[in-house]
């Protein structure tokens, strides 16, 4: 041999070897052997190489499970996960929809076209998910697949256990390789598992700051929004009423018809604060038959809505046939202004002492 070099552009690319040879008489034999013999040693570098890259996206895929455990919301999660794989496995365009009810819905996607909604039994979503495996190829090639964008050539498409499937797809076809599937079923599988995870929380976070019986939040959860809004109130110099209600002579109904029967009443009374408040207003129940109602504007609409709870329950009264026990609701206001700032226990004490005012015969 006159010479040898070798030229690789970039990591993970291809290595290119250069020979300059004068074959002599009598060896070309030698000549053929060396040859494959530099062959068989570019095959294994190049193996190598491929190996090491893998070895690689499956760290980068490991510590991004490590993001994926400290997600607070479902969201998160599925945000984490597609941004991940966009950054560690290099695909352009990848989403994560999840089941709701007989749809799919995406949650998040990125690349320049947004995913849709998928009905029960349509499109690939619904085959990865029914049949519990992963599929990937041509588009043109997988029965049923239905593309978002005639543009799209290969896809792959997981099923993330029976929460929902991720996929990704490509503008190129034969895009995704085996490696790239096994790479994306262990990522699905953590992201059920997160998934699972923040959902198990939220919903023991709900029994937590939920009253039992009506299903409004409850007065530990009332002093924390309590303390969060007044911060807020102060930081961005706005006011706002908290209401304290009191369901007059609600003993009367516990005496007469017993406690099964007053517990029915609470939860009636509950369903006349929701259906009349408005949706930016909070209802928490107090304790017993008090409930505490949170305005987050101080203008006449308080005071409307307040009548309107009051006639509601006059209503709701004569309906049921309780007008003998003189069944009512007592409502005490107090307000928090930047002017005058008060703590959260000094604003319910004034609406409490607001309410028994209201309640003493004039």
């Given at each position: 041999?006159e010479g040898?070099?070798?030229?690789?552009t970039?990591?993970?690319?291809?290595?290119?070897?250069?020979?300059?040879?004068?074959?002599?008489?009598g060896?070309?034999?030698?000549?053929?052997?060396?040859?494959?013999?530099?062959?068989?040693?570019?095959?294994?570098?190049?193996?190598?190489?491929?190996?090491?890259?893998?070895?690689?996206k499956?760290?980068?895929?490991?510590?991004?499970?490590?993001d994926?455990q400290?997600?607070r919301?479902?969201?998160?999660?599925c945000?984490?996960a597609?941004?991940?794989?966009?950054?560690?496995l290099?695909?352009?365009?990848?989403n994560?929809?999840?089941?709701?009810?007989?749809?799919?819905?995406?949650?998040?996607?990125v690349?320049?076209?947004?995913?849709?909604?998928?009905k029960?039994?349509?499109?690939?979503?619904?085959?990865?998910l029914e049949k519990?495996?992963s599929f990937?190829?041509?588009?043109?090639?997988?029965?049923?697949a239905?593309?978002?964008?005639a543009r799209?050539k290969?896809?792959?498409?997981?099923?993330?256990?029976d929460l929902g499937?991720?996929?990704?797809?490509?503008?190129?076809?034969?895009?995704f390789t085996e490696?790239?599937?096994?790479?994306?079923?262990?990522?699905?599988?953590?992201?059920?598992?997160?998934?699972?995870?923040?959902r198990?929380?939220?919903?023991?976070?709900?029994?937590?700051?939920?009253?039992?019986?009506?299903?409004?939040?409850?007065?530990?959860?009332l002093?924390?929004i309590?303390?969060?809004?007044?911060?807020?109130a102060r930081?961005?110099e706005y006011?706002?009423?908290?209401?304290?209600a009191?369901?007059?002579?609600?003993?009367r109904?516990?005496?007469?018809?017993?406690?099964?029967?007053?517990?029915?009443?609470?939860?009636?009374?509950a369903?006349i604060?929701?259906k009349?408040l408005?949706e930016?207003?909070l209802?928490?129940?107090?304790?017993g038959?008090?409930?505490?109602?949170?305005?987050p504007e101080?203008?006449?609409?308080?005071?409307?809505v307040?009548?309107?709870?009051k006639e509601?329950?006059a209503?709701?009264?004569?309906e049921?046939?309780?007008?003998?026990l003189e069944?009512?609701?007592s409502?005490?206001m107090?307000?928090?202004?930047?002017?005058?700032?008060l703590?959260?226990?000094e604003?319910l004490?004034r609406?409490d002492?607001?309410?028994?005012?209201?309640?003493?015969?004039?």
């Amino acid at each position: 041999f006159e010479g040898i070099g070798l030229n690789r552009t970039a990591a993970g690319e291809p290595i290119h070897i250069h020979l300059r040879w004068r074959v002599f008489p009598g060896y070309e034999h030698d000549y053929s052997r060396v040859l494959v013999s530099i062959l068989d040693i570019t095959d294994r570098v190049e193996m190598e190489e491929k190996l090491r890259t893998y070895v690689d996206k499956l760290a980068a895929l490991h510590r991004a499970v490590w993001d994926l455990q400290r997600c607070r919301t479902v969201e998160e999660v599925c945000r984490t996960a597609v941004e991940g794989a966009h950054r560690i496995l290099g695909f352009s365009i990848c989403n994560i929809g999840l089941v709701e009810g007989d749809m799919i819905v995406p949650v998040v996607t990125v690349g320049e076209i947004r995913a849709r909604p998928f009905k029960r039994g349509e499109g690939l979503v619904w085959k990865t998910l029914e049949k519990q495996r992963s599929f990937w190829g041509e588009l043109g090639e997988i029965p049923g697949a239905k593309p978002v964008d005639a543009r799209l050539k290969s896809v792959i498409s997981v099923p993330i256990g029976d929460l929902g499937v991720f996929q990704a797809a490509s503008f190129e076809p034969g895009a995704f390789t085996e490696d790239d599937v096994r790479l994306v079923e262990i990522l699905a599988g953590h992201v059920g598992e997160e998934i699972r995870r923040v959902r198990l929380e939220e919903q023991l976070r709900e029994q937590a700051i939920r009253d039992p019986l009506t299903g409004l939040y409850n007065r530990r959860h009332l002093m924390e929004i309590l303390e969060q809004e007044v911060r807020r109130a102060r930081e961005e110099e706005y006011s706002f009423v908290v209401l304290v209600a009191d369901l007059n002579n609600f003993k009367r109904i516990n005496d007469r018809y017993g406690h099964p029967f007053g517990d029915e009443v609470l939860k009636e009374v509950a369903d006349i604060f929701r259906k009349t408040l408005r949706e930016s207003d909070l209802i928490f129940r107090y304790g017993g038959d008090e409930f505490v109602l949170l305005f987050p504007e101080v203008d006449g609409s308080a005071l409307e809505v307040a009548q309107k709870v009051k006639e509601a329950v006059a209503r709701w009264v004569e309906e049921r046939g309780l007008d003998s026990l003189e069944i009512g609701i007592s409502l005490g206001m107090a307000v928090w202004r930047p002017e005058a700032p008060l703590s959260p226990e000094e604003l319910l004490r004034r609406a409490d002492r607001d309410l028994y005012r209201s309640k003493r015969p004039s």
